[in-house]
């Protein structure tokens, strides 16, 4: 704590001279010493050593909470992290996380919190529990975002409330929230990007030049219509997370902080906060020993699904970026050869002829195809994208249903006897409420509940090719 100068004397305890027997006094004498040691501890910590600002730094920065920061981070790492995770430098990120700080409200943090945080490579796969990746992925094939993780530098004695585990914790839930930050950010850009070719299309389209028909228009709206669900799914996860599981938890143990007498008390009420966090966000699964072995079943299912429904938007957000820069390429090259026919004809030449079709054909294989977007209605891409969508759709009517099981189960920890009891029914009681919260979000007009989903099957329209 830095004040080796301090004393019971210097808080007003007079020696005491102990009498033989007296064991009444000598038991008072020590809970009266406690009490002035606790009371140092904590206020030498929360007065001089900032406990709250620095618990406040890992809230707003390792749990996403300050989102202009979080949102610029992303634009800023997202080009290196979709990488292969051995072209990922520590000094490239650190100079990113640099400016990502420096141009948001992050700036406002106090200078001790802002010179702590800092980027951290991985070398574990732990993380893969939560992020849904193929373990048996090859070293090198790994993808960026898996081995990269926001960092806080703690040191003594603010590592005696912010333990080695406490960070593991801090660090699972970070991996979460920058997973839905990434699959948004994906999602969101592949919108702007499906904008520019529902134009391209159109235009081209006026002249006769791409083929485009009503099939691949269908498939351009299934597209967005399912990115939209999506869109809307993260969007509602994040802002549940974000608002009513660590804001409404921030402010709980804010409360708590200022009200502590003793140390134990401090770390008890951080580890409780981030206990709070990861059950409200189904991340605990099989760390809850309270928990009776149907009501740990059914965390472990919905954490599962949880994870599934992520995992499909995902490779739903791949499988769309890359239809789209299929499109975008093609069009492009429509778009080169029409330029170079309107010139050519200007001139009084022949508008196009072999010798500029190979000069664009670029290292294309198929130009039959890639020129013309007729790959827009090919069997196989229908297929993916409507199998992607009735996947989502199948997974997020699971998840909804299984927190509606754990809804409508009794109230976890009854079981707790003694002084914890009321505590424990109560905290089941929150979580009940939050998770009731969550399906509201996810499913506020029952759309899903009612079963009323029809995905219309677009491949019975396409001929196969």
């Not at 999506?230 to 402010?251: A, D, K, R």
């Not at 919905?302 to 789209?324: S, Y």
């Not at 997974?395 to 914890?420: D, F, H, K, S, Y």
Request: hydrophobic share 40%.
């Amino acid at each position: 704590l830095g004040d080796k100068s301090w004393t019971l004397e210097g808080e007003g305890r007079r020696r005491t001279a102990f009498v033989y027997g007296n064991e009444r006094e000598m038991m008072g004498i020590i809970s009266e010493s406690a009490q002035l040691v606790n009371r140092h501890i904590v206020t030498q910590l929360l007065e001089h050593h900032f406990l709250l600002s620095h618990l406040y730094g890992l809230k707003q920065v390792l749990l996403l909470s300050q989102g202009d920061f979080a949102t610029a981070l992303m634009e800023a790492f997202y080009p290196i992290l979709s990488q292969p995770a051995t072209r990922v430098y520590a000094h490239t990120l650190h100079s990113l996380l640099d400016g990502a700080l420096r141009s948001t409200n992050a700036q406002s943090l106090p200078s001790f919190v802002l010179e702590r945080i800092r980027v951290r490579l991985l070398k574990t796969r732990s993380h893969r529990v939560i992020m849904g990746d193929d373990a048996t992925a090859a070293e090198g094939e790994e993808s960026g975002f898996n081995v990269v993780s926001l960092d806080y530098a703690i040191d003594t004695p603010l590592s005696t409330i912010v333990h080695k585990e406490a960070l593991g914790q801090y660090r699972k839930v970070f991996f979460f929230l920058w997973q839905l930050k990434q699959i948004e950010y994906e999602l969101s850009q592949s919108w702007k990007a499906a904008g520019v070719v529902q134009h391209g299309l159109i235009r081209e389209g006026e002249i006769d030049r791409m083929g485009v028909d009503a099939e691949s228009q269908k498939l351009l709206r299934k597209m967005a219509t399912t990115r939209q669900e999506m869109l809307l799914f993260t969007t509602n996860l994040q802002s549940y997370l974000l608002f009513e599981v660590i804001g409404n938890g921030w402010e709980t143990l804010r409360q708590k902080v200022e009200n502590c007498q003793t140390l134990d008390e401090l770390i008890r009420a951080h580890d409780d906060y981030l206990m709070t966090i990861t059950t409200k966000a189904l991340l605990n699964s099989g760390y809850d020993q309270d928990a009776e072995h149907h009501q740990l079943h059914q965390q472990i299912v919905a954490t599962q699904e949880l994870v599934t429904v992520l995992d499909v938007a995902r490779r739903f957000g791949q499988c769309q970026t890359h239809i789209l820069q299929r499109a975008q390429t093609s069009l492009e090259r429509v778009q080169r050869r029409r330029i170079v026919a309107d010139q050519k004809i200007n001139r009084g030449q022949w508008g196009y002829d072999d010798k500029d079709y190979m000069k664009l054909k670029d290292d294309t294989t198929d130009t039959a195809i890639e020129d013309r977007c007729h790959f827009l209605t090919e069997t196989d891409t229908v297929n993916q994208v409507v199998a992607l969508s009735l996947e989502f759709d199948t997974a997020l009517r699971r998840l909804l249903e299984m927190l509606n099981e754990m809804i409508n189960a009794p109230c976890g920890m009854e079981q707790v006897t003694g002084p914890g009891r009321g505590r424990g029914r109560r905290e089941g009681e929150d979580h009940h409420d939050a998770l009731r919260f969550l399906t509201f979000r996810l499913d506020f007009n029952d759309y899903y509940a009612a079963g009323r989903r029809n995905i219309t099957p677009l491949v019975d329209v396409v001929d196969s090719k």
